[in-house]
């Protein structure tokens, strides 16, 4: 389901859910004093129905639920499509796990049904929703039934419009790093403050979040990459992800791309260039258009998530638009130069010290808001990526790759 459809139905059906929500809840409370929840909380559920990228962004936060609540049962409401980055890192047990299917309007609605009847089964005590003022998260947390329901609210903000159910609300803050934000959802489940959790500090970078690979599964993935790539056998392998995803908006110029990729060539690494199979004319083009044997087009090569991650895990230095890549990357922290323009690195920069973000902020960057629903103004003339020109990225590869291996960079001088 296209990203038009969801922002319309989101809009124009949850608005008027969220107001029957609220008054609904105005109502019962009226009628009768509401049950104090259960301290500490022993199911919690945590609701991340977007981008891949968020959930790598998310693992803190799960890492400070289990810390603070050992003997509670952590669940997670997801995409179905974005699973496979949750089971990597095997921070929930795969049958806590509660998928949506997004792909057509009536998936969506057979198992949105599915996914609220496994709610009120379970009977939450807490529900944590980690999205930014969508109102289809919200919707849930309050069907599930759980009397603790953490989220980001809008206060005094002109943010979009959720209802007044959100009894935990949190303010979201457009200045803090997302993941830290997430941290925050946690600490509110107890935080008396108003707004909440006024009483913690920010303690430095936070720990990149690691996978879990089954024994011998990235020895396996690189043999057979080897094997059907002998050229880049023993190579530096560079790889550059060019595509937008869901947003092009967030895409560099190819003609950049190309300059960029020859300019590694020039300084002997071997180039991929990686993405989903929907990025195949992209990546072949791009391919074609460097015209060196030592660049190859693997759009659509990795079959999953955990494949990408292992590719990733081989890889010398990777290049990419803001997307799942830069998230992905501090999976392995691989030396990474990402591309932000439409939105920015200080809220979705990668976790850990291994990337550099090139983000060029003009008047009007970020477009891309919580405020606006991710639906930029922009005429698609993104001057904010545009004028990062292909020998600053080159520079800040060098630099990202000579910050990774200092050692063996003394030792070639």
């Known amino acids: 389901m296209n990203i038009k459809l969801q922002r319309a139905i989101d809009r124009y059906l949850g608005v008027p859910l969220c107001a029957f929500a609220s008054l609904f809840e105005r109502l019962r409370a009226w009628r009768a004093a509401p049950q104090p929840p259960a301290s500490p909380p022993q199911r919690i559920v945590v609701i991340l129905l977007s981008e891949m990228g968020s959930l790598v962004l998310a693992q803190p936060m799960i890492a400070l639920l289990r810390a603070r609540y050992p003997e509670a049962s952590l ?102 790093h997302l993941s830290l934000q997430f941290l925050t ?44 790539f002998p050229r880049i056998v023993g190579r530096r392998l560079a790889l550059l992800y060019p ?26 690494y071997a180039v991929a260039i990686i993405g989903l199979p929907s990025d195949k004319a992209l990546g072949r083009a791009l391919a074609e258009a460097v015209a060196h044997p030592d660049c190859i087009d693997l759009t659509g090569y990795t079959k999953s998530v955990r494949e990408l991650v292992a590719l990733l895990g081989i890889a010398a230095l990777l290049v990419t638009n803001d997307g799942g890549p830069a998230q992905f990357s501090s999976l392995t922290a691989v030396p990474t130069v990402a591309l932000f323009g439409p939105e920015t690195p200080l809220l979705y920069g990668p976790l850990g010290e291994h990337a550099r973000c090139l983000h060029l902020a003009l008047p009007c960057s970020p477009c891309l808001t919580a405020y606006n629903h991710r639906n930029s103004p922009c005429d698609g003339d993104n001057q904010c990526l545009q004028r990062i020109v292909p020998a600053q990225v080159l520079a800040e590869a060098r630099i990202v790759v000579a910050s990774a291996h200092p050692q063996a960079d003394r030792d070639t001088a």
């Open 243 to 268: 595509s937008g995803g869901i947003l092009p908006i967030r895409a560099w110029p190819v003609a950049n791309w190309r300059q960029v990729a020859s300019g590694l060539l020039a300084e002997g």
């Open 75 to 176: 669940h997670v409401l997801l995409f179905g499509k974005n699973r496979e980055v949750l089971d990597l890192m095997a921070s929930v047990p795969p049958e806590n796990v509660i998928a949506i299917d997004d792909r057509s309007l009536g998936g969506l609605l057979r198992t949105l049904i599915a996914a609220i009847r496994s709610l009120r089964q379970l009977r939450p005590d807490a529900v944590l929703d980690c999205e930014l003022f969508a109102r289809i998260s919200s919707l849930l947390s309050w069907l599930s039934g759980a009397p603790l329901r953490v989220g980001f609210h809008r206060h005094t903000q002109e943010g979009l419009y959720r209802g007044s159910f959100i009894n935990r609300p949190v303010l979201y803050n457009p200045y803090r």
């Open 185 to 228: 959802l946690a600490r509110a489940i107890e935080s008396q403050t108003h707004p909440l959790d006024k009483e913690s500090l920010d303690e430095g970078p936070l720990p990149a979040p690691l996978p879990a690979f089954r024994m011998g599964e990235v020895e396996a993935f690189g043999t057979r990459f080897g094997e059907e």
